[in-house]
């Protein structure tokens, strides 16, 4: 059964940076897209990011581009999601989610559908 690690949430000041790592387990297979979702108190949860096996596809939502950069260490098994200039609004729960699949092109950002397997989540606070 896979397992979702989420790790480097905290508390920082707008316009500062941090980095979640989300990290696999209990599976050696690199056949994982790999989605960050957020959920903001009193709001529906959002995709934020997602990366695909091969790493070569990339999403963002709109209000995150530019700002954070998605990344995989497949010999690491874990995720990364830098994340820089934060404002107050990227406040949130931030969770990464897994989707098994043999397209190494393909990941979802808009939907949480397909992500099988959720990690606990980290929380995020932007704050001054």
């Given at each position: 059964q896979l397992q979702l690690v989420e790790s480097g949430g905290g508390l920082v000041q707008p316009g500062g940076s941090l980095r979640?790592?989300?990290?696999?387990?209990?599976?050696?297979?690199?056949?994982?897209a790999i989605g960050w979702f957020r959920q903001a108190p009193g709001k529906e949860r959002?995709?934020?990011?997602?990366?695909?096996?091969?790493?070569?596809?990339?999403?963002?939502t709109d209000s995150v581009k530019g700002r954070f950069t998605i990344s995989r260490d497949n010999a690491k098994n874990t995720v990364y999601l830098?994340?820089?200039?934060?404002?107050?609004?990227?406040?949130?729960?931030?969770?990464?989610?897994?989707?098994?699949?043999?397209?190494?092109?393909?990941?979802?950002v808009t939907s949480s559908r397909g992500y099988e397997y959720w990690g606990q989540g980290t929380q995020v606070t932007v704050s001054s």
């Open positions: 979640l790592s989300c990290a696999r387990s209990g599976s050696t297979s690199p056949y994982y959002e995709g934020v990011s997602c990366i695909s096996v091969s790493g070569g596809t990339t999403k963002y830098q994340m820089d200039s934060l404002k107050p609004e990227d406040t949130a729960i931030y969770y990464c989610a897994a989707d098994f699949t043999f397209d190494l092109a393909m990941c979802a």
